[in-house]
């Protein structure tokens, strides 16, 4: 079973700044296979990047995925004040299933 | 414009069951991927479940046995039955549509299931 881990737990941050988010697998994962992914509470879910690097439909280009193997990462150059939410990484296995990272708060200083 | 409506969650008790309900719109579910996700109070989130467009279908080590996954065509409508409830099983679950790179690109708005006596 792939792990994700990601980090920082929580990161604090002004509106303007970059956050650099990050996912590490504990086994290579194809690239096709990783996502990001923004929770703001009381809602479900928002896709941001697919294949780790792809932006889906609608997402701003501030929002930018990178990495390969076990190390990926995802980037937000200039934090608008809707962006303080939890970000989760998530990898896909077909038959193994799928699995998220624990995720990381990115909240306001 | 593609829609995903949970029904079904609720209040059961340890060891009951209780299947939820998914109705799609603006896609047919038979020919996409489709899973279950769930988030427990204050907690990040766990795959449940997933059934491919070929019918095959897989879960997670913690409901497999317990939970099972179906779908019905003509009603483009996802299920998924909960057997043998515990109280960890408590969490808003999410119906879920997922590209073929293993993304999910739409959510539903969740159903909380309550686990307890």
């Known amino acids: 079973e792939i792990v994700l881990t990601q980090s920082p737990g929580t990161l604090s941050l002004s509106p303007g700044e970059r956050a650099t988010l990050s996912c590490r697998a504990s086994?290579?994962?194809?690239?096709?296979?990783l996502a990001w992914y923004q929770q703001k509470p009381g809602q479900a879910p928002r896709l941001l990047i697919y294949?780790?690097?792809s932006r889906a439909t609608g997402i701003p280009d501030r929002f930018s995925g990178s990495g390969s193997g076990t190390d990926f990462t995802l980037t937000i150059s200039r934090l608008e004040p809707e962006d303080f939410a939890v970000y989760y990484c998530?990898?896909?296995?077909?038959?193994?299933?799928?699995?998220f990272g624990p995720g990381t708060k990115v909240d306001i200083k | 414009e593609v829609q995903l409506v949970e029904s079904g969650g609720g209040l059961v008790q340890p060891g009951g069951s209780l299947r939820l309900s998914c109705a799609a719109s603006g896609f047919t579910v038979s020919s996409n991927y489709m899973s279950w996700v769930r988030q427990a109070p204050g907690k990040g989130l766990e795959w449940v479940s997933v059934i491919y467009s070929g019918g095959s279908t897989y879960y997670a080590d913690s409901v497999k046995g317990r939970f099972t996954i179906s779908r019905h065509n003509s009603k483009n409508t996802l299920y998924l039955q909960m057997n043998s409830l515990r109280a960890e099983d408590t969490a808003v679950y999410y119906c879920?549509?997922?590209?073929?790179?293993?993304?999910?690109?739409?959510w539903g708005q969740g159903t909380l299931v309550t686990v307890s006596s």
């Open positions: 294949g780790a690097s």
């Open positions: 086994q290579s994962v194809s690239s096709s296979y």
């Open positions: 879920a549509r997922v590209l073929r790179v293993g993304a999910i690109d739409y």
């Open positions: 998530q990898q896909y296995g077909s038959s193994r299933g799928f699995t």
